[in-house]
């Protein structure tokens, strides 16, 4: 990681972190339009990226300001006369907050627990039109999530590293998203009905794979074919579970973000798909416990997700990310699953329904990932760190 980041070098980072976020992440054409939502704190990175915006589109942005979750100002921004087209693409610049203590048995609404990052999201989420992407923002609190200091350069040494924006090619075309679509197909070309998952770290966990889900992964694709990256940066693989299936335990291997706080130990017993007893510190303890609380579907094992050990991500410790977090790694989601992978009315149906979601790092290069097809072929799909290409 970078150290003590001078302000000239962070302007050019911002710079380029805008650059990926444009041309590798949205993927901007000729003719779009962005419309950029976020907070009045984040205007000058706003205006920076509608700047660059029209030197692809040839068209304005517009700048959608929130406050309280609600647009109260909408700008024209990088054009002279009025934008007359629709948005044709969505760029979401959120603030970091800082999180507030919680209360001990407490039930939060659903703003509540999205302000904590934990929100899950509807099932019945239709496939997106046009693309989008939320990209974090460095910010000094965002530096002391990671790393209880309040840091401002902390975040912009995550991007970097992530991102490779201190490399001159760090806009180069990567043939990472293709891999990972090509690996999504040769998995769902199996048509695998089970699963177990072993690490040294102290691991066994079998489940059933939900029927009518298929692996699916970040990157997405819009009915045309336009593909897109939501949330920046990918490296997973994901696919739901039978809500009732899970049996076995887990260990994290890696720290997670609850409630806003850094969890680095937690062990899990399983049985039939819910989370029957688990060992944590006094605190983590607490805030699990709390977490599991929330609703009926909060502590069942809903989605396995697989990245691999030689990513960028995998070699950052810790992002207070969960969508960057949930990519350094195997994991295990419990509460609600991303609906992407849900292929079918009866899946959506029976997938686990609740109204948090956390994703929990189980992997390391000594994870082996077994799994079944209905004849009961077995599959190595994954081990010492890499997904395998087993017939």
């Known amino acids: ?22 041309r590798r992440a949205l993927r901007l054409r000729e003719g779009d339009v962005l419309s950029i939502n976020t907070e009045e704190e984040n205007a000058d990175l706003a205006t920076l990226i509608a700047r660059k915006a029209k030197e692809i589109t040839g068209n304005g942005s517009y700048i959608q300001n929130i406050e309280n979750g609600k647009v109260t100002e909408t700008t024209e921004a990088a054009t002279d006369f009025p934008i007359e087209k629709k948005p044709t693409v969505l760029l979401y610049l959120p603030v970091y907050k800082e999180y ?8 939060y609404s659903a703003p509540e627990i999205q302000k904590y990052r934990l929100l899950s999201e509807p099932l019945d989420n239709s496939d997106p039109v046009i693309p989008f ?41 990567s043939d990472d998203e293709d891999i990972l679509l090509y690996e999504c197909e040769e998995l769902n070309k199996k048509n695998l009905t089970r699963c177990r998952i072993q690490d040294e770290e102290g691991t066994d966990i079998s489940f059933s794979f939900l029927p009518g889900s298929e692996f699916r992964t970040t990157i997405s694709k819009l009915q045309n074919g336009r593909r897109f990256n939501p949330t920046i940066f990918a490296s997973d693989i994901f696919r739901a579970i039978d809500k009732n299936s899970a049996e076995g335990y887990f260990t994290i291997t890696r720290p997670f973000m609850l409630f806003g706080k850094r969890i680095s130990a937690l062990s899990c017993s399983v049985s039939e798909g819910r989370i029957t007893d688990f060992s944590a510190d006094e605190r983590s303890g607490k805030l699990f416990e709390l977490y599991l609380m929330q609703d009926q579907g909060a502590g069942r094992v809903s989605e396995l997700s697989i990245a691999e050990e030689n990513t960028k991500a995998s070699d950052i410790d810790y992002f207070a990310l969960p969508e960057w977090d949930r990519m ?47 004849e009961g072929n077995e599959y190595t799909i994954a081990e010492d760190g890499f997904i395998t290409e087993e017939d």
Do not use: Q
Request: charged share 25%; hydrophobic share 40%.
């Open 1 to 22: 990681m970078l150290a003590d980041i001078i302000p000239s070098v962070m302007n050019m980072l911002l710079e380029r972190y805008a650059d990926v976020i444009i």
């Open 100 to 107: 507030e203590e919680t209360e001990e048995g407490k039930l």
């Open 133 to 173: 992407a939320a990209a974090p923002v460095p910010s000094v609190l965002w530096g002391k999530a990671i790393d209880d200091e309040e840091d401002a350069s902390l975040p912009y040494s995550v991007l970097t590293e992530l991102l490779a924006l201190d490399e001159d090619d760090y806009l180069s075309e």
């Open 328 to 374: 350094r790694g195997v994991s295990i989601t419990i509460g609600g699953p991303k609906p992407e992978s849900l292929r079918t009315d009866e899946a959506r149906s029976n997938a686990n329904d609740s109204l948090v979601t956390l994703s929990l790092p189980i992997g390391s290069d000594t994870t082996v990932i077994t799994a079944y097809d209905e």
